[in-house]
């Protein structure tokens, strides 16, 4: 079995949560909100807090303090925050719930780190994201290695625009792809080469 620490894997996944904990850092030095990243949008938000109103009266409404949503739609990580802070009620709040909930994996992480904080979520989506980055560029990094190839090359794959955007939206794609990576490189072995 292939082993991530083995071979400069660890190396090359740093260089890309270094990368983007720079990005992120200046993000947020400049005076941006990190719910900026969520992408929340206005018409969720209040379609949503109304759908709870009416339909669940007891439910917890989703009200983000002192922050005003600068989009009208928002963009998809706003289902990933709502599936996050109120796990439970979070079809209210979305567009094709059943697709929403099939990615519930990134939500209940940030959920877990945050201790069910709705405060605390937008930073541990960012985190489980940049995390994701990292691990997904560093599995990808021992796969290579184990088959002669430089694993630099796993950089492609970590600085890649879609991996970005991922973190950059707090959307979950990053981690279906972490999850192949880390299956490819567990199932890999020195024995096994073709």
């Known amino acids: 079995m292939a082993r991530i ?83 439970r009620y979070a079809r209210s709040y979305m567009e094709d719930p059943s697709y929403r909930y099939s990615r519930i994996l990134q939500p209940m992480l940030a959920r877990a780190l945050a201790l069910g904080s709705e405060d605390a979520t937008p930073y541990t989506l960012v985190l489980v994201n940049w995390l994701a980055a990292g691990l997904g560029t560093a599995c990808l990094a021992a796969w290579l290695r184990i088959r002669g190839i430089s694993r630099w090359f796993a950089l492609l794959y970590g600085l890649f625009p879609g991996v970005l955007v991922g973190v950059q939206h707090d959307v979950a794609e990053p981690w279906p792809s972490d999850w192949w990576l880390w299956a490819s490189c567990c199932s890999t072995t020195d024995a096994g080469r073709g």
Do not use: K, M
């Open 5 to 87: 620490g083995n071979g400069g894997a660890l190396r090359v996944g740093t260089v890309v949560l270094a990368v983007y904990g720079a990005w992120l850092g200046g993000y947020l030095a400049a005076g941006n909100d990190v719910r900026d990243f969520i992408g929340i949008g206005r018409t969720f938000l209040a379609n949503g807090n109304l759908g709870q109103a009416f339909n669940h009266p007891g439910a917890p409404q989703i009200h983000p303090e002192d922050y005003r949503p600068p989009s009208a739609s928002g963009y998809d990580g706003q289902f990933s925050y709502y599936l996050a802070v109120t796990p």
